[in-house]
């Protein structure tokens, strides 16, 4: 099926340092959603997005729904250790309730 | 949050054999769940939507003979995978729907590696 275009693909950084990704899609969608998977595990919920505009912090993650509402980003700040894993966009548009996934951003956070 | 189950964790199975796997919404009922494919270092496939009491919608594709689904009740749905070939190792993956139109969220079990030899 169709998937979102999420960028970076993989990020290497130091412990401490602030991480941004993102996601863009040529269609719109009306909801934003932002998963971690960890090795061997299923996906996550971090963080819902409902209105374009909208900026929603969990803790060190903090998430935005594009204006447009083609495009949403999610920051780390502070990174850890723990904060390693691959993360996933998802949207959700029109009378669809099947996500479309983004690609995914590999994280390794270096000590 | 809502928690979402699956078992088995992993599996190995003989070519040929079926393996049924459950998925399990523990806190809430799921009218709705899906099931996904994941390869290594891939994103998650949609390989169809389980709706309770009636008949699973699955992606194009997918061969719903070989992909058997059952959503019996608003909390299990199972996906049977009949007649199993080494090509259908791979990590499985459900989840359920929760939430309203205004806040919709969907909850993801913790996969099952299914090993076929």
């Known amino acids: 099926g169709q998937q979102l275009n999420q960028s970076p693909q993989s990020m290497f950084i130091q412990e401490g340092e602030d991480v941004s990704m993102n996601c863009t899609s040529s269609s719109i969608f009306n909801t934003w959603l932002w998963y971690k998977q960890e090795p061997g595990e299923g996906p996550v919920l971090l963080i819902a997005?409902?209105?374009?505009?909208e900026l929603t912090s969990n803790g060190r993650l903090t998430a935005q729904f594009g204006i447009t509402r083609k495009d949403s980003f999610l920051n780390i700040s502070a990174s850890i250790p723990s904060d390693v894993g691959i993360y996933f966009c998802?949207?959700?548009?029109?009378?669809?309730?099947?996500?479309?996934f983004g690609s995914g951003t590999q994280l390794t956070v270096l000590p | 949050g809502a928690v979402v189950s699956q078992h088995p964790s992993w599996v190995i199975c003989k070519s040929g054999t079926s393996v049924k796997i459950e998925c399990r919404s523990l806190d809430f009922q799921a009218t709705t769940m899906f099931w996904y494919r994941q390869f290594p270092k891939q994103s998650l496939m949609l390989m169809a939507t389980?709706?309770?009491?009636?008949?699973?919608?699955?992606e194009q594709g997918v061969e719903k003979d070989k992909f058997l689904i059952n959503h019996a009740s608003l909390t299990l749905s199972t996906l049977t995978v009949t007649s199993a070939h080494p090509e259908d190792s791979s990590f499985y993956i459900c989840?359920?729907?929760?939430?309203?139109?205004?806040?919709?969220?969907?909850?993801f079990g913790p996969g099952t590696r299914l090993t076929v030899t």
């Open positions: 997005l409902y209105k374009a505009g």
């Open positions: 989840s359920a729907e929760s939430g309203t139109s205004a806040s919709y969220e969907q909850y």
């Open positions: 389980s709706n309770e009491g009636s008949k699973a919608t699955y």
């Open positions: 998802a949207g959700l548009g029109g009378s669809a309730r099947q996500l479309t």
